[in-house]
């Protein structure tokens, strides 16, 4: 449940990040906002590994 919690607080922070980008024309921020999406990826990736472990022990 953690990986989940920290995939929530990843969502939160590349909206931040993808409205300074589209609204304000902030060329920093798409790049702070691709980097949060790669971790987005990571963490997403490690929630289905997780789940997947758990289906398997049942």
Known sequence: M???KILKELIATAEKDAASFYEK???AAGTR???TL???KVSAT???Q???EKKRRK
């Open 2 to 4: 953690d990986n989940f």
């Open 25 to 27: 024309g902030n060329s």
């Open 33 to 35: 906002l691709r980097l």
């Open 38 to 40: 790669q971790q987005v």
């Open 46 to 48: 490690a929630i289905r």
């Open 50 to 52: 997780e789940i997947v």
